[in-house]
């Protein structure tokens, strides 16, 4: 009985060395991850399978873990996705760094470890722990990333700013976010309050850069939604369905458009805002050419009004122009560049998905409602947000975005 009771002593005490070193060896913070990368993260990567269509390297993903659980904002969306997938617990990884990639149907884990926590893990998952498959201790078997791929992702990522994880969205990535070309690198940060992304993407070289805009953008603070940028996107070319009237002509050589509300219960759902552009003489001959042809036609039912304010003219289909000039202004959080985008996710979100319901506007305007069904897909986890808030630019060499979430 005596040996008994040492040798269970014995296996008691081991088993509490064992969870001791565990917790000790589970940092709550990590150095992040710079660019370029190092030897040892180049490598990891490299082993990154040729069939993944997207991945990430995330250093010290522990801490990664408790950040995302302090965000106000990630910490419910962290614990909706662990419901619906089998995650890698923060004791698991320890203080390694760990590889996730995509294919088309199940999202991997790679994680190279200390020989006490493989040892721990391995016996985890033969007593039946629930990761199955997915999580690696050694490199996938199937083939890797190709070269080529890799020196081109890996020299888009050079000029990314530090962040708690490194994401790669590779050629023919059907994902909604970042939406830019592919392949995309993204560097992610997770703070308290705030969520922030940089995105980069190859540019197309035979294509001239686009207008920009040095200054930062302007958004008026109770707007759904407002879009400001230098050169239009193709995007806004479906609003002369929208409202009747050929009214891309005033925002073709840049403008803003703020949006107070959708009124989503007409067939072809119609936003409710304001169109301003500066008020320099060309600008203000074209304005006014295009009251007048409104005003022609009003007998078609399509009413507007106009104002000027603080050196820009305002249009409006409704009766947005009193609450906007009322309005207090933010400044952005970076010069505007080709375009920038503040909204309000809480007031978003659900508007998006009745569009992404909408026949009428799928029809009559699909870069409309393709986009509009994008966003929603990206953020509908981030209705706890107050802001969202993008900017995109763009050098000889690639084109940037940079997207703040923002919990407070």
């Known amino acids: 009985m005596r040996k008994v009771t040492i040798i269970g002593g014995v296996v008691l005490a081991l088993i509490a060395a064992v969870i001791i070193y565990l917790v000790v060896t589970t940092p709550k913070t990590s150095a992040g991850i710079r660019f370029p990368l190092t030897g040892a993260q180049r490598d990891l990567v490299a082993s990154v399978p040729e069939s993944a269509e997207s991945f990430a390297l995330i250093p010290t993903a522990a801490a990664l873990d408790s950040k995302l659980r302090e965000n106000a904002v990630m910490s419910e969306a962290v614990d909706q996705w662990e419901k619906s997938h089998s995650l890698p617990s923060p004791w698991m990884a320890g203080g390694a760094d760990l590889l996730a990639w995509r294919d088309a149907s199940t999202t991997r884990y790679l994680i190279r470890l200390d020989p006490i926590r493989a040892f721990v893990v391995r016996t985890y998952m033969m007593l039946g722990g629930d990761l199955g498959e997915t999580l690696l201790i050694n490199a996938p078997s199937s083939q890797p990333i190709n070269p080529a791929d890799l020196a081109q992702i890996l020299s888009l990522a050079e000029k990314l700013p530090p962040g708690d994880a490194f994401v790669v969205q590779r050629r023919g990535s059907r994902g909604a976010f970042p939406p830019i070309a592919r392949p995309a690198v993204t560097s992610l940060s997770v703070t308290p309050d705030d969520i922030l992304f940089t995105s980069r993407a190859q540019r197309d070289a035979t294509e001239p850069i686009a207008g920009q805009s040095s200054q930062p953008a302007h958004f008026p603070h109770n707007a759904l ?95 947005s122009i009193n609450p906007y000039i009322n309005d207090a202004i933010d400044a952005g959080r970076w010069p505007a560049g080709k375009w920038a985008v503040r909204a309000d996710p809480r007031r978003l979100v659900p508007i998006l998905s009745r569009l992404g319901d909408s026949i009428g506007l799928r029809i009559a305007a699909p870069r409309f409602y393709r986009s509009a069904r994008d966003l929603g897909r990206w953020i509908e986890a981030l209705q706890g947000a107050t802001t969202l808030e993008a900017a995109a630019s763009e050098d000889a060499s690639a084109e940037e975005l940079k997207v703040r979430i923002s919990a407070k």
Do not use: C, W
Request: aromatic share 8%; proline share 6%.
């Open 225 to 319: 939604i407002t879009a400001t940028f230098a050169t239009m996107p193709r995007v806004v070319e479906d609003l002369n369905r929208v409202f009747g009237t050929h009214v891309s002509s005033l925002v073709e050589n840049g403008g803003t458009i703020a949006v107070y509300d959708i009124d989503t219960h007409k067939f072809l759902p119609r936003p409710m805002g304001v169109i301003s552009v500066p008020d320099d003489p060309p600008r203000r001959a074209a304005f006014e050419e295009f009251v007048n042809k409104v005003k022609q036609g009003e007998s078609l039912g399509i009413h507007i009004s106009t104002a000027e304010h603080g050196g820009s003219l305002l249009l409006s289909f409704d009766d």
